[in-house]
């Protein structure tokens, strides 16, 4: 169970934007322009934003990627793909700082060309070598400087009203490393998101949080004004979990599947996600029918490929790499089906990954049906 098989998808097509954006995920582009980019954090990867054919998507810078871009062209070992590329724009909001001196862009990011997003707690309970997470660097950014330890209500609703009105951001999500207390972090995310939709009423808000100890938590989350939620778990299977994640992999399932239920009982139908990682060894076809009995509970299974992200365990002790394409692609696809056939669109959420939809491909998976 936690060997990756190899599916039996048949043959892959030729190349479709969708395979093409699976593929790009996987080896990323040589780009040299990307002023919208990130290094280590929480993940998914070390990437450059950019818009393919219009679309959002945070792509792993890679210097040895056959892919490249000229011209505004996507070219794969110098041949047209017929796809466009274009960089997102440093935000203005960049150039500002707190009036005590901390640079907004330490408080906040843009993601993919709309998003605005933070980290409120940039430390992590879990983050100790023997339980971390193998594909997290949440505290490297913090250690390099590129952000601070922990960020107050006050100054996350003043950086949101700045990128707003600035840079006309129109979503917003919140994630926390995980707190020592039953309530995991999501006590001050509630806080944090009171204050921005003080600030912005109408900004849709997504958090998200490991399962809090009091379901009561979620309840609280969309009192103060979150809009959808993201609980993720990364893999449904538990000898995974055990060695990608020993200490949140201590948490039960039936924690999450509590979670996920309250959560969209309050927060609605396709307001509930979770991150699901391609490669980390679990059974394709396991991780299909899991993504399935996920969407049955209303809950959005955002698929995304490992990324190998500089400072995990993953790639400085395991040297772990991205997922084959064939994989990625085959997993990918049988789930935008299977959400297909439910109804359920990222673009449906309020606010978050799913809705982005920048690290995925599911969302052209769906589309070239």
């Known amino acids: 169970m936690s060997e990756m098989a190899a599916p039996s998808p048949g043959p892959l097509p030729g190349p ?46 890679n210097p040895r990627s056959p892919y490249s871009v000229s011209g505004g062209k996507l070219l794969l070992d110098g041949a047209d793909t017929g796809m466009g590329v274009e960089s997102v724009a440093r935000p203005r909001f960049y150039d500002l700082s707190t009036a005590d001196g901390v640079s907004y862009e330490k408080i906040a990011r843009l993601h993919s060309s709309s998003v605005l997003a933070t980290t409120v707690v940039q430390t992590c309970v879990r983050y100790d070598v023997a339980e971390r997470c193998r594909f997290c660097a949440i505290e490297e950014s913090l250690h390099a400087g590129a952000t601070v330890a922990v960020k107050s209500p006050a100054q996350i609703a003043e950086v949101a009203r700045a990128a707003y009105d600035l840079d006309g951001i129109t979503q917003m999500v919140m994630t926390t490393g995980t707190s020592n207390g039953r309530d995991r972090g999501a006590t001050h995310l509630a806080r944090c998101v009171r204050a921005v939709r003080e600030e912005l009423p109408d900004l849709p808000i997504q958090v998200q949080c490991e399962p809090p100890g009091d379901l009561q938590t979620i309840q609280d989350l969309y009192d103060a004004g979150a809009r959808s939620i993201g609980i993720h778990v990364e893999s449904l299977d538990d000898e995974v979990r055990a060695r990608w994640m020993p200490g949140k992999g201590s948490v039960p399932m039936a924690e999450y599947r509590a979670a996920w239920a309250e959560a969209v009982r309050v927060f609605g139908w396709n307001q509930v996600s979770t991150y699901l990682l391609v490669g980390l060894g679990e059974d394709p076809d396991e991780l299909v029918a899991g993504a399935e009995e996920l969407i049955e509970m209303g809950v959005y299974p955002f698929v995304v490929p490992f990324r190998p992200l500089a400072g995990t365990l993953a790639t400085d002790v395991d040297g772990v790499g991205a997922p084959p394409h064939d994989v990625t692609y085959d997993v990918t696809s049988r789930v935008a089906a299977a959400l297909r056939r439910h109804g359920m669109l990222g673009a449906g959420q309020a606010a978050g990954c799913a ?9 052209s998976c769906s589309e070239s049906a």
Do not use: E, K
Not at 25 to 44: E, M
């Open 16 to 61: 479709t934007p969708s395979s093409t954006r699976v593929d790009v995920a996987i080896q990323g582009i040589r780009l040299l322009d990307a002023p919208v980019s990130r290094r280590s954090g929480a993940g998914p990867s070390d990437d450059g934003h950019v818009l393919l054919d219009g679309v959002g998507a945070a792509i792993p810078l």
């Open 355 to 363: 809705a982005c939809g920048a690290c995925s491909a599911l969302g």
